[in-house]
């Protein structure tokens, strides 16, 4: 964190820590997040750490596209493990509590790893967009260096966001309760324990979401709107189902990471129910990371290919 963060931590003395409430309704209720999570969470650095592996293995996985996902799975490991590691904890120990300091650094890297995630996901679609309307020019254009820039710009996005926005949460005055109705410290929940006007906060967090969110999103749209004109106008039945199959998975995983993150993030905090908040927030930080592998291995052939060459070498 930067010196204006620390220095706006400490000047907030109203409160020193936060109670993480979770989905408390019943031991039972409890109980059955406890194990869901752990089920995710181990499901999420498995199948990550796969694609991570076999992408830096495996020879024929050594293309841009691999390139991305290998840099998507590593961010999805670090993404969970932001929030999963303290909600099984919390489970187990009994304690629900989190340092006032320790939930603005939770917030911190949960931003800048999530700005950096949807960058990446307009990274793939850009790349997807040269490989399917520019396949002639596609290693020219997608060499080492675009592909390295791309990712370096991708993680360095969070960066400025992450800070700004944390920061401006922290410094306002948190009077009580220090209760957060949710299962991590994100924004919507955390503003809600504000003791003064965040009109002004809300109005940032909306200009940084549109940036941050919606600017990639339609690069992402746009680069799709090519790439369905470009299948549209294939002769060969052959060429158009390899450039939908490249395509899909990549389509599949935005849509259940953006779908969930702009409902969350873009409607105004007077009209969003805590509860719906925690349950669209279950499926960007626990449903994408785990299904990411899933979907990517299952529909893509090589990776497919590698996975059975790497256990059949392994056995």
């Given at each position: 964190m930067n010196n204006q963060m620390k220095a706006a931590l400490g000047n907030n003395t109203h409160v020193s820590v936060f109670h993480i409430l979770g989905f408390s309704g019943s031991p039972l209720l409890e109980l059955l997040f406890f194990i869901l999570c752990l089920t995710i969470y181990t499901m999420t650095l498995?199948?990550?750490?796969?694609?991570v592996f076999l992408t830096l293995s495996n020879p024929a996985l050594q293309t841009p596209m691999y390139f991305f996902l290998r840099n998507l799975s590593f961010m999805e490991l670090c993404y969970s493990s932001i929030t999963m590691p303290r909600i099984l904890t919390s489970?187990?120990?009994g304690n629900n509590k989190i340092s006032f300091t320790g939930c603005a650094v939770?917030?911190?890297f949960f931003l800048l790893l999530g700005c950096a995630e949807c960058y990446i996901l307009g990274a793939m679609a850009y790349d997807r967009y040269v490989a399917v309307c520019h396949p002639l020019r596609y290693m020219a254009i997608m060499d080492k260096c675009s592909c390295t820039l791309l990712v370096v710009g991708s993680w360095m996005s969070g960066f400025p966001v992450s800070s700004v926005q944390t920061t401006?949460?922290?410094s306002s005055p948190f009077c009580g309760p220090n209760e957060?109705?949710?299962?991590?410290?994100?924004?919507?929940?955390?503003?809600r324990l504000v003791c003064a006007d965040t009109s002004q906060i809300e109005m940032a967090m909306?200009?940084?979401?549109?940036?941050?969110?919606?600017?990639?999103f339609m690069l992402?749209?746009?680069?799709?709107a090519h790439i369905i004109a470009a299948v549209v106008r294939m002769s060969s039945s052959e060429s158009r189902q390899k450039a939908i199959s490249t395509c899909s998975s990549h389509l599949l995983v935005v849509t259940l990471f953006y779908g969930s993150a702009m409902t969350v993030y873009l409607c105004p905090q007077s009209s969003g129910s805590s509860e719906n908040d925690k349950v669209l927030s279950l499926f960007y930080t626990m449903v994408t990371p785990m299904v990411n592998p899933m979907i990517y291995c299952l529909r893509n052939k090589e990776v497919k290919a590698a996975l059975w060459k790497t256990v059949g070498f392994q056995l």
């Open positions: 498995l199948g990550n750490g796969l694609i489970y187990v120990t939770q917030m911190c401006l949460t922290f957060i109705n949710h299962f991590f410290c994100d924004i919507p929940p955390v503003l909306l200009i940084i979401t549109v940036v941050i969110i919606i600017a990639p992402i749209l746009i680069s799709y």
